[in-house]
């Protein structure tokens, strides 16, 4: 039975001849993108778009029932915001499980390549090696996806 490393290896080996510092951004990049691709395809866009919306209309009926110190008002909104938030979480409850999965194989993957590199890239040498790296690159990719693609999260 053919191991699932061995699997990445043939899949990715041109990433494997690349220099340590693109490759890990490349696998990066890689990443984000398929997790961005999961909540966009996994869960109802216009539904988050719609209580997202709700959640802003809340917030300013917060401000002004705060504002005029009305509790019963506030704890009415409060009780309508936890009730989106937990709306949400339910749609994002799905995509979340299916986003760890490329998370699970490629980072124990990278280790396994890259545990005892120094990771040299533009900013220097990194500090915590190639997950430093890695970290780097995929907050900013995240979000950038996040844009190109319309994701709402």
């Not at 899949?11 to 961005?36: D, G, H, K, R």
Request: glycine share 2%.
């Amino acid at each position: 039975m053919i191991k699932v490393w061995e699997l990445l290896d043939h899949l990715f080996s041109p990433f494997l001849a690349m220099n340590e510092t693109l490759s890990i951004f490349l696998v990066a990049c890689l990443v984000a993108t398929l997790v961005n691709l999961c909540y966009k395809f996994l869960m109802d866009q216009e539904e988050v778009r719609k209580l997202k919306q709700k959640q802003r209309e809340l917030q300013l009926k917060l401000k002004e029932a705060q504002a005029k110190q009305d509790v019963e008002m506030l704890n009415k909104y409060f009780d309508e915001a936890l009730r989106i938030n937990v709306k949400l979480m339910r749609l994002m409850r799905k995509p979340l499980i299916v986003s760890l999965i490329p998370a699970l194989l490629f980072l124990p993957w990278l280790n396994l390549h890259y545990a005892a590199s120094r990771i040299e890239s533009p900013l220097g040498t990194i500090p915590f090696g190639w997950i430093g790296w890695y970290v780097i690159v995929s907050i900013p990719m995240v979000f950038l996806t996040k844009k190109l693609l319309r994701v709402e999260i």
